[in-house]
């Protein structure tokens, strides 16, 4: 699940990115997210209950 918000939040910075340059400050905003969202998947670690 929280690969999958990576992932979604990684195509929309790019989209953002490549497409919206007056938004700079949300397309940033999502990057940040999305490497939080990955660092909090490796410090968890894989959990086979959940």
Do not use: C, D
């Not at 992932?7 to 905003?29: M, Q």
């Amino acid at each position: 699940m929280l690969w999958t918000i990576t992932i979604v939040l990684l195509v929309l910075w790019v989209l953002g990115f490549t497409s919206f340059g007056s938004l700079g400050a949300w397309v940033h905003l999502l990057l940040v997210l999305a490497v939080i969202s990955v660092a909090i998947n490796l410090i968890r670690g894989r959990n086979p209950a959940a």
